[in-house]
């Protein structure tokens, strides 16, 4: 079982680069694909950001390419997602989750989850 602790978020105003963290625990996330998803207000939570497992490879939402840009650090046994040129739009609760498999988009397929943190961006 993984543990994961997201970190960061809060009040960001449009145009904001705010970095996201999530600090894994009880198992290195090298072994592990790692993933962003986030709740919109009132929405069902989507798919942001997944890099696959041994892999350099990344996925983007349509909604972020460009903009967000997923990482880890193996070391440190955390994930990051660097969000720039934030949009009100990209106001959510943003969770990092984490799976075996080789790579997924499907919050289904997930299960290992982050509780949670709250960005909002301010027009």
């Known amino acids: 079982q993984v543990r994961l602790v997201d970190t960061g978020g809060g009040l960001v105003q449009a145009g904001g680069s705010p970095r996201l963290s999530c600090v894994a625990s009880?198992?290195?996330?090298?072994?592990?694909?790692v993933a962003w998803f986030r709740q919109p207000p009132g929405k069902e939570r989507e798919f942001v950001a997944a890099?696959?497992?041994?892999?350099?490879?990344?996925y983007y939402s349509d909604s972020v390419k460009g903009r967000f840009t997923i990482s880890r650090d193996n070391a440190k046994n955390t994930v990051y997602l660097q969000m720039n040129s934030l949009k009100p739009e990209d106001t959510a609760v943003y969770y990092c989750?984490?799976?075996?498999?080789?790579?997924?988009?499907?919050?289904?397929?997930?299960?290992?989850w982050g509780q949670g943190i709250q960005v909002t961006v301010s027009a």
């Open positions: 890099r696959a497992y041994n892999s350099e490879r990344t």
């Open positions: 009880g198992r290195s996330i090298s072994s592990l694909a």
């Open positions: 989750a984490a799976t075996p498999r080789l790579y997924a988009s499907n919050a289904g397929e997930y299960d290992n």
